[in-house]
């Protein structure tokens, strides 16, 4: 590059430079054709609303929010109580011998404590239906 004369560098330069602003320019005009497209349809919460009543629509997507907050509470607590299960069997397989009464008496606990929850939760989606 050094046999090249500065001024037709600096004229390579300059084209090199217009050609980026072009390629530039082309896709910034093709960008809002990207922008613009087809998007879902919003889906109305379940209370359905009148059209134009915002406050019910609000209502609306607040009381199915708690429902999903309180379903991923119920799969966590289930999560838990099985975890809970779990370490216990394998607590009571490294002992010398296997209790199964603790078992017995930890997964009848986690069986009522899992048709409990279950029963509440759905209990508190009908009464905030």
């Known amino acids: ?29 093709m960008l809002p054709s990207v922008a ?15 059209s134009g009543d915002y406050l019910s629509l609000f209502k609306g997507f607040a009381k199915d929010g708690v429902d999903v907050i309180a379903l991923v509470l119920a799969a966590g607590a289930l999560l838990v109580f099985g975890t809970m299960l779990v ?19 930890l997964f009848g606990l986690v069986s009522i404590s899992a048709v409990g929850i279950m029963y509440f939760i759905n209990d508190a989606i009908a009464v905030i239906t």
């Not at 613009?36 to 009148?50: E, G, R, Y």
């Not at 370490?87 to 008496?105: C, L, M, N, S, Y």
């Open 1 to 29: 590059m050094s046999s090249i004369k500065p001024s037709v560098k600096k004229s390579w330069s300059k084209t090199r430079n217009a050609a980026v602003l072009a390629l530039v320019s082309l896709n910034m005009a």
């Open 87 to 105: 370490t216990e069997i394998a607590e009571q397989r490294k002992a010398p011998k296997f209790d199964w009464g603790r078992v017995g008496a």
């Open 36 to 50: 613009f497209a087809a998007v879902p349809t919003q889906i109305a919460p379940s209370t359905q609303p009148a």
